[in-house]
């Protein structure tokens, strides 16, 4: 008898590009993958800014950006906490490590996730595990040691392999689900540590095509996969890296002495420096009265002119964004010349000043979803929105640096080196792939924080109000 359970099978191949996809299933190298994609969809989506990993999960689990939930990168610094006491673990945190066991605590705990409310879920590699019960995370056990033995040993496909075979052994095992969400991180780490199209990152892309095969012809043999939904995208893209350029450093150089992971304990400190992704960089400004983030007359009197210029000359620095005076407006700059962005009764608009580091134009449209659909096919996707997200958080910084192509942000620490980064608010890095097994869905202009109402709908579950809207 047919099985008619709804189910959710959601691969996150992390770092994923879909230009990258798209030429290996052309040259068949992706066949599980390229049948999905003839019996259902392919598109394009953006992620959200910072585009790295970790917050960039949290559109797709929850259906809310990481300003929103107050996570703004994967490393961040709250100058409140901080100037409160230093001896505060809410002052700052960096989840590459193990601060990112608290991941699941820093996350607002009134915005549910999709492990709480699919039914019967399992996790696999994911940091974000709040309430999921150890026997439902696939791969906790063992994770550290194999975690720490690919990053140094730059050996990352074992870590695939065996998600993959944890996959099989829990669907071989007679137990059932209803949301099996599975990350696989190789495709990050070799596009880190080698080149977006290294033959070993390729490798990356193949254990888990392969794996996608194996395990539909596992849930085909059961009789469940026509009622499965299966999912898979990423969280970010990834572009070469070839020269780098450490923030921390130059605003030490500037007078303003900087304390940034792992280098968290420096005496009198004027300055933090938080880097996610290598292409994202958050400036704290210490050297002031008070605990407040600051807006832009009072940013020129701490930081100066001088210095904004000379740090928008660095090569590394494609452009920044900071508060205006008034609450809801942000500039945008490079060198040469700034843009503002406002979020007014859900008018958004992008008016060039003195320039468009965006190449925009002047553009004002109501709601977020016209917002998407004005920047989508421009070199930075839902600009608009990521901007008036990110800065929700107070802990976004006074500062948000994005890097430009081939830089990054951070360099001695960074060990192994890094080859590939990401982060920054350019298409390179926000636009990911999303293929799904279904046909005649919405066809607007997508966000991967679409994800999570959609998949709630699919399995008749009650929809929490979120910045998503459902596909199907």
């Not at 499965?228 to 500037?254: V, Y």
């Amino acid at each position: 008898m047919k099985d008619k359970k709804k189910r959710v099978l959601f691969y996150l191949l992390d770092g994923a590009r879909p230009d990258i996809l798209t030429e290996l299933m052309k040259e068949g190298k992706l066949p599980h993958l390229q049948q999905m994609v003839d019996e259902g969809t392919f598109r394009l989506a953006t992620t959200c800014f910072p585009s790295t990993t970790g917050p960039a999960y949290l559109p797709f689990l929850t259906g809310h950006f990481p300003g929103t939930l107050n996570i703004p990168g994967i490393r961040w610094f709250d100058k409140q906490e901080f100037k409160r006491t230093r001896w505060n673990k809410m002052a700052m945190r960096s989840y590459c490590g193990p601060e990112a066991g608290w991941f699941n605590t820093d996350m607002p705990s009134d915005k549910a996730t999709l492990f709480e409310l699919l039914g019967e879920s399992y996790n696999l590699y994911n940091m974000i595990t709040r309430n999921v019960p150890d026997e439902y995370d696939l791969g906790k056990k063992g994770k550290g040691w194999l975690y720490t033995r690919a990053h140094f040993l730059k050996r990352h496909h074992p870590v695939d392999l065996q998600g993959h075979e944890r996959i099989m052994s829990l669907l071989q095992s007679g137990k059932d689900f209803d949301f099996l969400f599975a990350v696989f991180p190789s495709v990050d780490w070799d596009s880190h540590y080698h080149h977006i199209r290294d033959y070993r990152t390729i490798e990356a892309y193949q254990i888990a095509d392969n794996s996608i095969g194996e395990v539909r012809a596992l849930l085909e043999k059961k009789g469940w996969w026509d009622d499965t939904l299966f999912l898979l995208t990423s969280d970010h893209g990834l572009t070469p890296s070839h020269t780098h350029f450490d923030l921390g450093d130059w605003m030490t150089d500037q007078g303003l002495k900087s304390v940034s992971y792992p280098v968290i304990w420096r005496s009198n400190p004027k300055s933090a420096v938080m880097i996610s992704g290598n292409s994202f960089g958050s400036i704290h400004l210490l050297n002031h009265e008070g605990n407040h983030v600051l807006h832009e007359k009072e940013l020129l009197k701490n930081f100066n002119q001088e210095r904004i210029d000379s740090l928008l000359r660095e090569k590394a620095v494609d452009f920044i964004t900071y508060r205006g005076e008034n609450a809801n407006e942000y500039y945008v700059q490079n060198m040469r010349g700034r843009a503002m962005i406002s979020c007014h009764n859900e008018l958004y608009s992008y008016q060039p000043l003195t320039a468009d580091p965006f190449g925009l134009g002047s553009i004002a449209v109501n709601g977020h979803r016209n917002a998407l659909e004005a920047t989508f096919q421009s070199g930075y996707p839902d600009a608009l929105v990521q901007i008036v997200q990110l800065f929700r958080s107070r802990r976004a910084g006074d500062i948000v640096v994005s890097a430009r192509n081939g830089y990054d942000l951070r360099d001695f620490w960074e060990y192994p080196e890094h080859k590939g980064s990401h982060g920054s608010l350019t298409k390179e890095h926000i636009q990911v792939p999303l293929i799904y097994n279904q046909k005649g869905w919405a066809e607007h202009d997508i966000r991967t924080a679409d994800i999570f109402p959609t998949l709630l709908k699919w399995m008749g579950k009650p929809i929490p109000p979120s910045e998503g809207n459902a596909l199907n």
